[in-house]
């Protein structure tokens, strides 16, 4: 039944990620950098604490005694994931929610899985598994191939919307996509899906938090929220400098006060979206407490955000007007992607 549960949360977090960004799409007027704050200081400074307020009794006492090396690192990590999380926002502005998701969320997977077993094959810690467990057990290189699985469903999701940009004219492109660019794109969605994993690592530092929690009474189901609080100072640091630099840059600093927009309703839509978005790691703390913080539970996530993200894509029409070919290749590159996560899964069941 853990199992399950743990499965169950998962998908309630991957669809609530699949999901945040479609409040956005109905903002009219505002610059992007405008609607992505308003809905950041949902995501990561009013939601958290709210979450945590409702579910870790003495949760700012916690914060207050932990070691200053725990909150340094989670807010680091979260500063590096921030970057990544500003990037997705591009990702999936020039790529649109299906090609956009797979590509930042396969890389993602990818370099969550991995990038850990690297750090500790040269700083060793006991329960830990490093690369070179990896390559020379069973069950690590069925995740080693699962990896392999996803970078290369990455690369055929990057020549489907190849085949995208040759085939739509202009008009046809702006209608599914307005800001399509896959140069663009691809560049960020990698940054993106490389930077995001960070969060995984976050969660892994700020692991004390969680434990004092737990040691002070809160159901083992919410312990992560803690260690939200902190991560998220990290990426709302990243994103806010970087949004103001674009405020100032494109004179759109006016947005938040133009009463020539909508402004109730377009506060309202990226209030939703933000805290939207923080839902999805209120479940994958409660999946996480279920199966473990490990790859299998990274990349269950990463799945469900994938599948629900591409049933967003084709809801809004972003593939209508390319040939069956075009679609045949993005959907063997999202089953690719699918795939690798399964493999993944079925190799760390078997550690």
């Known amino acids: ?14 669809f609530a990620s699949g ?41 700012t006492e916690l914060i207050r005694h932990a070691p200053g090396s725990v909150i340094g690192y989670t807010v680091l990590f979260g500063v590096l994931w921030g970057v990544g999380g500003l990037t997705y926002g591009l990702g999936v502005r020039y790529l649109g929610m299906s090609l ?14 991995l990038l850990p077993s690297l750090y500790y094959n040269f700083f060793p810690q006991e329960g830990k598994t490093t690369f070179h467990e990896l390559c020379n057990t069973s069950w690590g290189r069925w995740v080693l191939f699962g990896v392999l699985i996803c970078l290369v469903g990455i690369y055929i999701c990057g020549l489907a919307g190849t085949r995208k940009e040759k085939e739509l004219p202009a008009e046809a492109k702006k209608s599914s996509v307005s800001e399509f660019n896959l140069k663009k794109g691809l560049t960020v969605a990698i940054v993106s899906g490389i930077l995001s994993a ?14 004092a929690a737990v040691k002070a ?31 100032i840059r494109n004179r759109s600093l006016g947005d938040y006060t133009d009463r020539k927009t909508p402004l109730l309703k377009n506060y309202l839509l990226s209030a939703l979206a933000g805290t939207t978005w923080f839902l999805q790691f209120f479940f994958y703390g409660m999946g996480e407490s279920r199966l473990g913080n490990g790859a299998s539970s990274w990349i269950l996530h990463m799945a469900f955000i994938i599948l629900i993200a591409n049933v967003w894509g084709l809801v809004l029409k972003e593939w209508k007007g390319v040939s069956k070919r075009t ?14 996560v399964l493999l993944v899964g079925y190799g760390n069941s078997l550690k």
């Open 100 to 113: 956009g998701n797979s590509v930042v969320l396969g890389f993602c997977s990818a370099f969550g899985a």
């Open 327 to 340: 679609i045949t290749t993005v959907i063997v590159g999202i089953g690719a992607i699918l795939l690798s």
């Open 1 to 14: 039944m853990q199992v399950i549960a743990g499965i169950f949360y998962h998908f309630i977090g991957g």
């Open 19 to 59: 999901s945040f960004y479609m409040p956005y799409k109905k903002v009219k007027g505002w610059h992007w950098e405008t609607y992505w704050i308003i809905g950041g200081l949902f995501s990561w400074l009013i939601v958290p604490p709210l979450a945590a307020w409702f579910t870790v009794p003495g949760f």
């Open 217 to 247: 009474g809160c159901n083992p189901l919410f312990q992560n929220n803690v260690i939200y609080i902190t991560l998220l100072w990290g990426g709302l640091a990243t994103n806010g400098i970087w949004c103001l630099i674009l405020n």
């Open 198 to 211: 960070c969060f995984n690592y976050g969660i892994e530092a700020g692991k004390p938090l969680a434990d």
